[in-house]
Every structure is written in structure tokens, then in C-alpha cells.
């Protein structure tokens, strides 16, 4: 029966590939000229869903206050961690299965690596779920205010989406389009906002109490989530994935492919007559190949779909778990910092404390997703090459290992330096001004680890992420009970700091050794000279960059006063021009000086043209 199976679906493979609409050369033309608009294009969602994704924070807090705004950011930890575990690694390995086995022509085996991982995501997404709702009593128990039970539970309803959201995201970005990805995070996101306002105006009109408005606003995530999905289905009905809509051939996943996942998933059996139909260029023997296709998802094709489950889990695990970094670091900060508090403080004092101590959370996090997101997006170019021409994709490894290096590090030095008009700005006040500078430091070490991690799984090395994990939040653990009872608050930026850049050094070592394997590295002497320039250079820059924020911000300080504006919105205004005005000199500085050559813009796609511009403005040597 299996050697049948396996016959007929080589059978159609072949006939598929028959009815191939574009060769594998002009594919991989297209996917290359394509990567670094994709990658941008991602980035840009990203940081455009996570700017909304900050605003949502400012209302909350401004209108509900420091324990509301606590509570939200103890329990949010725990929904992240879950859906970090079963979605970081997995999008991902379903873009890398999807690449290679397009590369190959296989596009029946790409609808099943995508049913695949739409059906393991579906299965963790429920038991994330039965785990935060009926734990939620001991959870808030746990974080040290009960208030926060309501929370947990509203939050768990997000998990019905939000995993199946993620493994199509990734399924397309493996066909190269990225359009679905960045148009579903900012719907998800657009919703989610909308849904959180909408249900803080109620509560706060009703007179609800902390606990249920904290609740109200994470409700807004089982919304953002469902409308990101629905999105997601329209985009894979239309034939939207590059396979598709460049061809007019059907996409290898549709709409109805992933409704028949959840039937599968849901009840364990299912009719052929539910199965998404594979149309091909000719309607000569269409149906045929369609009742073929559509055992793939069938009781037939359980065990191979198992098989390709198991194969996603294998290679999206280890990176997983080096993701998590980040919201482990928070959970752990939920279940240690409020408790640690609670020498001096009431439940309700220490929460409140906890809230301010948060304030900084979301523009880390800001750094981190849109350093990942370019990242992510390149994971699959960085397959091909790997496969092709290690000596390139070394090249590319150690470039995005230097350019998160350089944006972390320009986010934390402006995030230090502009901590109070950006404090005043989002929260009205100045309370614990010092604490976010601390943890605005920690830019660098999340651009770093977001990068590092995909990097690692694009390169092959998937073990290691899961160790690095272990030790940042044994770090951060033990840290927080040694300086959190004598420095409050601020003993937690602190160990926040030492625990984050430990797993980001480790980890971009850990890269950076990997990518050396691929390739061999130039002459000793001729890499530590090369090192120690652009050492020099990027320290100069950042010296340019904090000359420039500054005077910015003084510039825009003065003008604001001479307008008599308010202290929020004079504070926008220090913000606004430090940010545009140090951004500004730090790149013309990077350029200028030789951070990032000519050279190592050529690897990307279109860094040829890129590389002439910027040497014809006199920007780059």
C-alpha cells in the first residue's frame, strides 16, 4: 500500500511538473531579485504593526493606569511564551521545506509540508490553550496578584489562531510572496487595537475593575488574530503565493486546503470530496489528478503527513527554543520581580511598580520583531546558497550578523539617551525615567538574538538555541533575586542587561563559527585589520549618532518652548528630532566611513545598483 501510495504521488509530481508553469532557472532569477524587497517589505510590516502594537499601550496605561498596565504586561509573558514555543521556529522550517521542495519541483510535497505545519501549530495552539485556562487560578497565584486570573484566560483564546496564522504566514514566504505575511500583521494588529479601545471605552464607561478592563484589553489578541487568518484564506484563495498568482496556475494551498486541515485535525476523517483540488495550466485530465492530489490530505496520507510533522517539529524545535529567549526572560520577570517587591509594597503597589518597570518593554520589542522579520525573510535565500555557493551565504551570514550589531547598538544608545521626552511622550510622566534607559539598553542584545537564532536555523546549526535559552534564563532568574530586593525596578533592568547579552554573544558567536564552516575566512592579519576599521568606524558613527540626538532633541526642546506647546507634546518633539536627526548623521556616518562597504552591498540583490547610487551622492567611499 505505502510502495502504491508513493507511486502515485511520484506520478503526479511528474505531471504537475509537466504542467510546471516557470522554469526552476527564472524561479530562482525571480526569488532572488525578490529577496531584499521581500525583506524589506516584511520589515516594514513589522515595524509598522509593532508601532501600532506600542500605541495600543499608551491608551491602556493612560486611561487604566500603572496596574492595569502591570497586569497586562505580567500575563502577556505567558501567552508569548506559548506562542513563541509553537510558532518561532516553525514558520520558519515551513518556508525552508517549502523553498527547497519548490526548488525541486515538488509542489504537491510543498501543500503537504504546509498542511503539515498548519495542523502540528493547530494541535500546540490548543494545548497552549487548555494549559493558560485552566492553570489561570494558580498562574495569577503564582505572579503574586490574583486580579490577573481574568487576564490569563482571555488571553488563552487567542492560541485558536494566532499558531495556524503563523505556519501559513511561513508556508508563503517559502513561495516567496510576502504580501500575505506583511498585509496579515497589520490587520491582526489594526483589529486587535480596535478591539482593545472598543472594550476599554465599555469597561471604563460600565465601571469595571482593574482586573476585567486588564482582561478587556487582551481580548483584543483573539480578535486581531481571527481577522489576520480570514486575511490570510482570502490571499490563498485568490492565488495570491508567487507560484500562482505570476502564472495563472491555482496555488499549491488554497483556502479550502486549509479548511480541510482543520476538519482532519478536528475529527479525524474527512471525504475526498473536501479536499482542495490541484488545478493544473491544461484542463485536459484535470480531474484526475485532482481526486489523486486530494489523498495527500486524506486518511491515506495520515501517516505520511505525520511523517512531515515530525520532520517540521525536528528542524523547527531547536530554534524555537533559542526564540524564546525573550518572553521566557518576561515570564520570568512576571513570576519573580512583583513577588520580589513585596517586601516593602502591597500586591497592588508592587503590580503598579511592575508596570512601570514595563514601560520600555514594547520598544525592545520594537527592535527585536523588525530584526527578525528582515531576518526571517532571508532564511530561504540563505538556503539556496547554502546549497550553491556556501562562500556567498557565509558572506551574507556574517553581513546580517553586523547589521543587527549596528542597528541594536544605535537603538540602545538612543533609547538611553532620549529615555525621558520618550517616557514623558508615551506616559505622560517621568516616573522611573532611569529604569527605561537601562532597559532600552538591551536594544542591542534583541536585534542581536533575532537575527542570530534564524541565522543559525538557515545555516544548518539548530542545536544550540536551546541551550542558549537555558542559560539567559538561569542568568536572569538568578539575577533578579540578587538585585531586585536592594535596587527595586532597577535591579531588574539591570539583570535584564547582563542575561540578554549573554545569550545574543553566544549566540552570534555560535553564528558567526557556523557561517566560517561554509567558507574559508581571508588571512588572519587581513580579517583583524579589516575588523578593527570597521570597530572604529561604527564607534564613530555612534559617537555622530549621540552628538546628533542630542542636539535634536535641545533644538526641538527650545522651538517647543518658544510655542508655549504642553510638556507631552514638547516631548514628542524632543523625541522626533533626536530620533530623525541622529538616525540621519548615523547613517551618513556608517557610509562615510567604511562600516558597510560597496562590497558587501553587492551581496544583496540589487546592491549592485544600491552601492553605484550611493558613491555617485559621495555617501560611500
Request: no cysteine; proline share 5%; charged share 15%.
Amino acid at each position: 500500500m505505502a510502495h502504491t501510495d508513493a507511486r502515485r504521488y511520484n506520478e503526479e509530481n511528474e505531471r504537475v511538473e509537466r504542467n510546471g508553469t516557470m522554469d526552476d532557472k527564472e524561479q530562482q532569477a525571480g526569488r532572488g531579485r525578490g529577496a531584499l524587497g521581500g525583506a524589506a517589505l516584511l520589515a516594514g510590516a513589522a515595524l509598522l504593526s509593532k508601532l501600532i502594537g506600542t500605541l495600543q499601550k499608551i491608551p491602556l496605561q493612560n486611561v487604566a493606569g500603572d496596574r492595569v498596565f502591570g497586569i497586562y504586561n505580567a500575563v502577556y509573558p505567558f501567552y508569548q511564551l506559548i506562542l513563541v514555543l509553537a510558532t518561532a521556529g516553525l514558520p520558519v522550517a515551513v518556508s525552508i521545506r517549502t523553498a527547497a521542495l519548490l526548488e525541486q519541483g515538488d509542489r504537491l510535497g510543498a501543500r503537504r509540508a504546509a498542511a503539515a505545519g498548519v495542523t502540528l501549530l493547530s494541535l500546540l495552539g490548543a494545548a497552549g490553550f487548555a494549559a493558560l485556562w485552566l492553570l489561570a487560578d494558580r498562574l495569577a497565584a503564582l505572579v503574586g496578584d490574583p486580579a490577573a486570573e481574568l487576564s490569563i484566560r482571555a488571553v488563552a483564546s487567542a492560541l485558536w489562531f494566532a499558531p495556524a496564522l503563523a505556519a501559513l504566514r511561513g508556508y508563503t514566504q517559502g513561495l516567496g510572496d510576502m504580501r500575505p505575511t506583511a498585509w496579515s500583521q497589520l490587520v491582526e494588529q489594526v483589529v486587535r487595537v480596535a478591539a482593545m479601545l472598543l472594550l476599554l471605552r465599555i469597561g471604563w464607561s460600565a465601571g469595571w475593575g482593574d482586573d476585567r478592563l486588564a482582561a478587556g484589553a487582551m481580548w483584543g489578541s483573539f480578535f486581531g488574530g481571527a481577522a489576520g487568518l480570514a486575511l490570510l484564506a482570502v490571499f490563498l484563495r485568490r492565488g495570491a503565493s508567487a507560484t500562482g498568482a505570476a502564472t495563472g496556475a491555482s496555488p499549491p494551498l488554497d483556502a479550502d486546503s486549509v479548511r480541510g486541515v482543520g476538519r482532519l485535525t478536528g475529527f479525524g476523517r474527512r471525504s475526498d470530496s473536501d479536499a482542495a483540488p490541484v488545478r493544473t495550466a491544461s484542463e485536459e485530465g484535470g480531474r484526475e489528478p485532482a481526486l489523486r492530489a486530494s489523498r495527500v490530505f486524506g486518511l491515506s496520507r495520515l501517516r505520511p503527513l505525520a511523517r512531515e510533522m515530525g520532520a517540521l517539529g525536528a528542524l523547527a524545535l531547536p530554534a524555537a527554543l533559542g526564540a524564546i529567549v525573550a518572553p521566557v526572560l518576561g515570564a520570568i520577570d512576571a513570576f519573580t520581580v512583583p513577588r520580589l517587591l513585596r517586601g516593602g509594597m502591597d500586591a497592588a503597589e508592587a503590580m503598579a511598580a511592575f508596570g512601570l518597570y514595563s514601560r520600555g518593554q514594547p520598544l525592545i520589542q520594537l527592535v527585536a520583531m523588525v530584526a527578525g522579520a528582515a531576518a526571517g525573510a532571508l532564511v530561504p535565500q540563505l538556503v539556496r546558497h547554502r546549497r550553491s555557493d556556501p562562500a556567498q551565504a557565509a558572506a551574507l551570514a556574517r553581513l546580517w550578523l553586523r547589521a543587527s550589531a549596528l542597528v541594536g547598538a544605535a537603538s540602545a544608545l538612543g533609547l538611553a539617551l532620549l529615555a525621558r521626552p520618550l517616557n514623558v511622550m508615551f506616559y505622560a510622566d517621568a516616573q522611573a525615567t532611569g529604569t527605561l534607559a537601562l532597559v532600552g539598553s538591551t536594544a542591542l542584545a534583541a536585534a542581536v538574538s533575532a537575527v542570530a537564532v534564524p541565522l543559525l536555523q538557515g545555516l544548518g546549526a539548530l542545536r544550540l538555541p536551546a541551550a542558549l535559552l537555558g542559560l539567559a534564563a538561569l542568568a536572569k532568574a538568578a539575577l533578579n533575586a540578587a538585585l531586585v530586593p536592594p535596587l527595586g525596578i532597577a535591579g531588574a533592568a539591570a539583570a535584564g542587561i547582563a542575561a540578554t547579552a549573554l545569550a545574543a554573544g553566544l549566540g552570534a558567536l555560535a553564528a558567526a563559527r557556523t557561517a566560517a564552516a561554509l567558507a574559508p575566512a581571508p588571512p588572519a592579519a587581513r580579517l583583524a585589520a579589516a575588523r578593527l576599521r570597521r570597530l572604529a568606524a561604527g564607534a564613530l558613527a555612534l559617537a555622530a549618532l549621540a552628538a546628533a540626538a542630542l542636539a535634536g532633541a535641545r533644538l526641538a526642546e527650545l522651538a517647543a518652548a518658544a510655542a508655549s506647546l504642553a510638556p507631552r507634546a514638547s516631548a514628542a518633539a524632543q523625541t522626533l528630532g533626536g530620533v530623525l536627526l541622529g538616525a540621519a548623521v548615523y547613517g551618513a556616518a556608517l557610509l562615510g566611513l567604511g562600516a558597510v562597504s560597496a562590497a558587501e552591498l553587492r551581496l544583496l540583490p540589487g546592491g549592485e545598483r544600491m552601492a553605484a547610487r550611493l558613491r555617485r551622492w559621495r555617501l560611500m567611499p
